[in-house]
């Protein structure tokens, strides 16, 4: 073999297992679930080739995001408030491009360098995934939801959900239960990918299924200075909630939740908290 050739072979094998050339990923609007376990099912798209709608008040977010018709909602600059807001079905909801986005860029084996340029998207304002399907969340960045609003982003008794290249905190000045949790997946949800996401500075940051103990089905609420005996209850700042006697665990062994090349930072507890289903928990 020339020497001429025996370089050639030599140049093109060094260069074919090279490390790649770091590559950024942001979130797109038309996306869809390709990781987990929102990739089963019919696979999870959100609102999918629906028109865009951008929303820059609370009023708006909430009425954009309502209903089971396909649609995409993007969020425009800061929305503040004091409250948790319902997302319907077959919906994307995305941060708008120079509102914050997050990317990922991968380096050498398993490692991913977060990077992030942000202004508060949510602000005191929660997302409720709650009794639907096929919702994908990103781009978002929520912060500082309070416990009596309920989690940063708050999923049950639903399906094909997929929250991605998102930023989830609040504080840790407070005590534990001033705020609640930042994803919290319960009630038998199926189908959900949690990826390429930022979780800090909060104390309950994570949990799949929503107690060990408590029961669930049919809920009644009493006043607190009445008198309780029952098997379950659950302390509310205002209300005792009495459940009935069917097991959470039962309708939680359904849970279906993957948690991949997420970032976990300065965190008290709940990184994740996995009671029942099954998870896949890879590369955070």
């Known amino acids: 073999m020339r020497p001429s050739i025996i370089t050639f072979v030599l140049f093109t094998a060094a260069t074919s297992f090279a490390s790649p050339s770091p590559l ?7 996306d869809k679930a390709t990781i987990g376990f929102a990739t089963l099912n ?5 609102g999918g080739p ?15 995001v309502s209903g089971d018709l396909a649609k995409v909602v993007l969020i425009s600059g800061t929305i503040q408030g004091a409250t948790t807001v319902k997302v319907g079905s077959n919906t994307s909801v995305i941060g708008k491009s120079g509102a914050g986005e997050i990317c990922f860029s991968p380096s050498t084996g398993n490692k991913h360098k977060l990077t992030a340029k942000w202004v508060i998207v949510l602000e005191g304002v929660g997302i409720s995934i709650g ?6 969340v990103r781009n978002v960045k929520i912060s500082k939801v309070l416990a009596e609003h309920g989690d940063a982003i708050g999923i049950a008794s639903s399906n094909r959900v997929w929250i991605d290249h ?8 407070h005590d534990k239960d001033y705020y609640d949790g930042l994803i919290d997946v319960t009630k038998g949800s199926y189908g959900v990918s949690i990826t390429y996401s930022y979780l800090h500075y909060h104390y309950k940051t994570s949990l799949v299924g929503a107690s ?10 009493l006043k607190v200075n009445d008198a309780v005996k029952c098997f379950g209850t659950f302390w509310h700042p205002k209300f005792w909630y009495v459940y009935s006697a069917k097991s959470l665990e039962d309708t939680d062994k359904a849970l279906r939740v993957t948690y991949a ?6 965190l008290g507890s709940r990184t994740p908290s996995f009671r029942f289903g099954k998870g896949h928990i890879y590369n955070n």
């Open 212 to 221: 060990d103990s408590f029961s669930g089905g049919s809920k009644e609420t």
């Open 50 to 64: 629906a028109a865009p709608v951008t929303v820059t008040t609370l009023d708006a977010f909430q009425k954009a």
């Open 131 to 136: 009794a639907v399907s096929n919702v994908i």
């Open 42 to 46: 019919g696979g999870t798209t959100g």
């Open 24 to 30: 950024a990923k942001r979130a797109s609007i038309t």
């Open 261 to 266: 090349f997420n970032n976990w930072a300065n």
């Open 166 to 173: 998102v930023e989830v905190f609040s504080d840790r000045d």
